[in-house]
């Protein structure tokens, strides 16, 4: 049960500052792409969907993500200075907006712990997609400051929260998240976020064979006919300092079936293209989904790769855009917006430099990896962490 065994912890290999430069082309008034409200990249996948980081700092340290061994109280988080701040982080999104996109994510890190975040998500919300729409804006959170800045959080405009929680047994949850953040009050964030109507909420729990898949039933039991969508995400060898271990994984298939042996469920359609997440629903007795009683869902990056219509761009903290989340470099977007780039950067500058990157694009890590083996253990990879850029 201890989750505090990291046998292959490895040193963190920082691959925060070696960002890539934009292409130089993008840049000559010949090859300017302008933003066309739709740009798809070399493997024919529109942009749709930006995750940006607010913050490197968490006040969990989730074994999984930011184990105490790497990230212990000497650890060199990024200075202030060198974060996007409110302004560039929008001028960057509407950017981003025009070509395309209608879904943002902000996360971290924990983008609650970000100062005045409110005041971001205000100018977010001002933003309008090509079609004139407010955009999907959203959060990740571990819920732990959520009780307390929900109602702002909505006042501000954002319009729903995901929220992680590995599991209702206190002493599980508290050796998870590894500060002995009790289930409480996460519990009692999610309650606050309903109330505020930062809803459909989702819950998200990262299952670790041996550590919380005990759990999976309980918390199903414990969400079914609340609203909120548990999803259960297999354990991911993000980064470089997890300690990865495919046998702690427990592949989505093996979920379903284990709940399925108390808790029927029958397949639901994908409700968007891209989505992230196989959709199950509660069936009733007649073997229909009953949609009093809701749904789960199971996001399947290790055994099942969805690459194939990955319409996501990740904004790390200090203005990297990385292409995927296994990627081992981002391409540097802040010194365009800090003016210490090509000279004078305007904003149809950033949007041709979006835009040729996201063309050239060509990522697709879990489909290779699950062409030679799902299971394949790759851990020892230079990638990003998960913290830095988002989940
Ligand atoms: N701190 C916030 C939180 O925990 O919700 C936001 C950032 S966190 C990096 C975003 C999501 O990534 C969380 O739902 C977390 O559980 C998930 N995550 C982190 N490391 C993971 C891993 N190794 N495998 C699968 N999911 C992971
Ligand atoms: Fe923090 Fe979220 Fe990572 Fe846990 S998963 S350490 S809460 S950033
Ligand atoms: Fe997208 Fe990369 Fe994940 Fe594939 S591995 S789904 S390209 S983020």
New binding site residues.
Partial sequence: MADKVHPKVVPLVDQRSAALAPPFRAFDPAYRVAPAGTIADSLHRPLRDLRISVTDRCNFRCSYCMPKEVFHKDYPYLPHADLLNFEEITRIARQFVAHGVQKIRLTGGEPLLRKNIEVLIEQLAGLRTVQGQPLDLTLTTNGSLLARKAHTLKAAGLQRVTVSLDGLDDAVFRRMNDVDFPVHEVLQGIEAAKQAGLGPIKVNMVVKRGTNDHELIPMARHFKGSGVVLRFIEYMDVGATNGWRLNEVLPSREVIARLQQELPLIPLEASMPGE?AQRWGYADADGRHDAHAGEIGVIS?VTQ???GD?N?ARLSTEGQLY?????SQGYDLRSLVRGNGPADATDADLASAIGHIWQGRT?????LRSAQDPMADVSTGRRVEMSYIGG
């Fill in positions: 992230t990056s790769a969805f690459c990955c996501r292409l995927c989340l296994f990627a990522d697709r890590y879990s489909e």
